[in-house]
Every structure is written in structure tokens, then in C-alpha cells.
């Protein structure tokens, strides 16, 4: 089975704090991506990888940057955490070829405080 | 760009009935895939259908079935027989059909509470 796993289900930050989310998947994706799920909104795509290094904006990318050095892995970090960036937060991951699905995480949940 | 709307952010529906959840999205594409996904209490998102928009037929899995209507460009999700294992928030996906780094765009979500 695919596992994507997250370092943290629960998250609490002060605001002004670098914030440091973790991913990692194992079954050698090339695609991993990060979104923002807040009722009434769904999932919003914060930021994708289609490879190492590489790295594209999606929707809302603005406070939020990632890094991907290995294949596996790919983090999200909040530069300096505020208050409106407290919301669930989950990874997923996709092989590159067309007929398949997204692997989530189990989320989490970040309160900045 | 393509969006998806579910305009249903809550149900319920009595145990062992029928329940119907709505979406609707919009795209210029003609080859695309479309997803529902539950994510229950546990958080986990969990594929529960995949609808091929060049296949015709509706997708069925066990007690959930699609209405597929492209031309419409509605993609609603049938559940029979409603379990109390069902109960979770509903998202509706799209993602276009080329290889690649596709990612899938989510409709709102709707909750399903399943009353015994």
C-alpha cells in the first residue's frame, strides 16, 4: 500500500515562528503536492513538485515556500507563521502517469497562536 | 482554469437508504478524470470512485455508483444502502488527463451524516 506520512497530526506555533510541515512518501512518486483544507472551502493547492528541485506555485502560495531534495520528501514552511495560516494541512502524492489517483497524508493541524 | 462546485455542504441520510451528493465542474478539456473522495474523522482521505471522462459508462464501486453527464458537466455520486461507516465529508476532484504533474482541483466538500 501507499503511505504518505506527515511529521506531525497536531502543530500549535506562535506567531513569527519558521514552521517546518513534513512529508514523506514511499512509493517512489514523482509528484507530491501540499494544500489547505478550511470548511466551506475544500482543498486549496498551496504549492507542487514534479520532481527534485523543482517546485511550482499553486493557488495560494503567498507566506509559504517548500523544498524537495530528495524524492521521498518534500516540506512546507511557513517563513513566519500568522494567525490565518491556522488551518489542517495535508500532502499527497502522484505517480506521473494520466490514469491514477492522489496518496494523502493523514493531515495536520496547525493552530498559530 | 478549472473549478468544481458542490453545492450540497451538508446531508443526511437515514442507514440503509439512498443518497445522492452533487458536483459540478467546469473545464475547457476533453480529457480529464474526476474523483469523489471521503475523508472520515480519522482525517485520511480515501478514494472511494474515479470516473474516465472519454468512458461513457458510469463508474460503480460496490454501493457507489456515478452520474456522469459530460455535457452537463455533472458528476454527482450515488450511495446505496447507506452505512454508518459512511459518514464524512465528501470531496468531488477533477484532474486533467495528460501525464504529468497534474493536480486535483476540489470542490468544497459536502458532510454526510448517516442516521441510525
Known amino acids: 500500500d501507499v503511505k504518505v506520512t506527515q511529521s506531525s497530526r497536531y502543530l500549535v506555533k506562535r506567531t513569527g515562528e519558521k514552521v517546518f510541515l513534513e512529508c514523506v512518501q514511499d512509493?517512489?512518486?514523482?509528484?507530491m503536492f501540499w494544500y489547505r483544507q478550511d470548511p466551506g472551502l475544500g482543498l486549496r493547492l498551496i504549492y507542487f513538485?514534479?520532481?527534485?528541485?523543482?517546485?511550482e506555485k499553486g493557488d495560494i502560495p503567498e507566506g509559504y515556500s517548500v523544498s524537495r531534495e530528495k524524492k521521498e520528501r518534500f516540506s512546507l514552511i511557513l517563513e513566519s507563521a500568522s494567525t490565518n495560516q491556522t488551518s489542517m494541512y495535508l500532502c499527497?502524492?502522484?505517480?506521473?502517469?494520466?490514469?491514477?489517483?492522489?496518496?494523502f497524508g493523514q493531515g495536520t493541524r496547525l493552530t498559530v497562536v | 482554469a478549472q473549478t468544481v462546485t458542490q453545492s450540497q455542504p451538508e446531508m443526511s441520510v437515514q442507514e440503509a437508504e439512498t443518497v445522492t451528493l452533487s458536483c459540478t465542474y467546469d473545464?475547457?478539456?476533453?480529457?480529464?478524470?474526476l474523483f469523489w473522495y471521503k475523508q472520515p474523522p480519522s482525517r485520511q482521505m480515501i478514494l472511494v470512485i474515479r470516473?474516465?471522462?472519454?468512458?461513457?459508462q458510469n463508474a460503480t464501486e460496490n454501493r457507489f455508483s456515478v452520474n456522469f453527464q459530460k455535457a452537463a458537466k455533472s458528476f454527482s455520486l450515488k450511495i446505496s444502502d447507506s452505512q454508518l461507516g459512511d459518514a464524512a465529508m465528501y470531496f468531488c476532484?477533477?484532474?486533467?488527463?495528460?501525464?504529468?504533474?497534474?493536480?486535483?482541483?476540489f470542490g468544497q466538500g459536502t458532510r454526510l451524516t448517516i442516521n441510525p
Open positions: 499527497a502524492s502522484s505517480p506521473l502517469r494520466r490514469n491514477t489517483e492522489a496518496f
Open positions: 512509493m517512489d512518486h514523482e509528484n
Open positions: 513538485s514534479y520532481d527534485v528541485k523543482m517546485k
Open positions: 473545464t475547457s478539456e476533453s480529457d480529464y478524470y
Open positions: 470516473q474516465e471522462a472519454y468512458k461513457q
Open positions: 476532484a477533477y484532474r486533467r488527463g495528460i501525464q504529468g504533474a497534474q493536480k486535483l482541483v
